[in-house]
């Protein structure tokens, strides 16, 4: 199951669109709709949307790659989307090593939605729009409108 329109909806309005290649509050070198820009790439002259949504489109699929790695419990289309948005944001070895996935992998679905919660830091600062973003995930994960598709790796 792909990433649906409800998680885009959030990832590109969490992220927002840019052109040219700024600091995300972690410090990273950061581009288009959050496409943390790699030692090879360069964008001298900034992106426009299509080249941005190209680079969203990859950047999706690894993060869908790895929640579908990680995650062995079946979840709704809104949890798997707040699962692909949240590693899209801080990237798979967070997930991996969170005991987020810990409670969602042992069947503790609501305390892996309230681990989501405790994401919204940048060192010891909490960071408002972390705050909104994950507060967005967690909503996400509740939708009553996203539970009728499981996907199961039973």
């Given at each position: 199951m792909p990433f649906g329109s409800a998680g885009l909806a959030l990832l590109k309005k969490s992220e927002g669109f840019r052109n040219k290649i700024y600091r995300d509050p972690a410090g990273i070198p950061t581009i288009g709709y959050g496409h943390r820009v790699l030692p090879s790439e360069s964008f001298p002259d900034g992106i426009d949307e299509a080249q941005a949504s190209q680079l969203l489109a990859q950047d999706i699929g690894i993060a869908e790659k790895a929640v579908l790695k990680l995650v062995k419990v079946a979840i709704t289309q809104g949890q798997?989307?707040?699962?692909?948005d949240f590693v899209y944001n801080l990237g798979p070895n967070r997930l991996a090593?969170?005991?987020l996935l810990r409670d969602l992998n042992?069947?503790?679905?609501d305390a892996a939605a309230e681990q989501l919660l405790m994401w919204d830091h940048v060192g010891t600062k909490e960071v408002a729009g972390?705050?909104?973003?994950?507060?967005?995930?967690?909503?996400?994960?509740?939708?009553?409108?996203?539970?009728?598709?499981?996907?199961?790796?039973?």
């Open positions: 798997f989307d707040a699962l692909v090593a969170s005991t042992i069947g503790r679905y972390l705050k909104a973003r994950r507060e967005a995930e967690f909503h996400l994960w509740h939708n009553p409108l996203l539970r009728a598709e499981v996907i199961s790796w039973a």
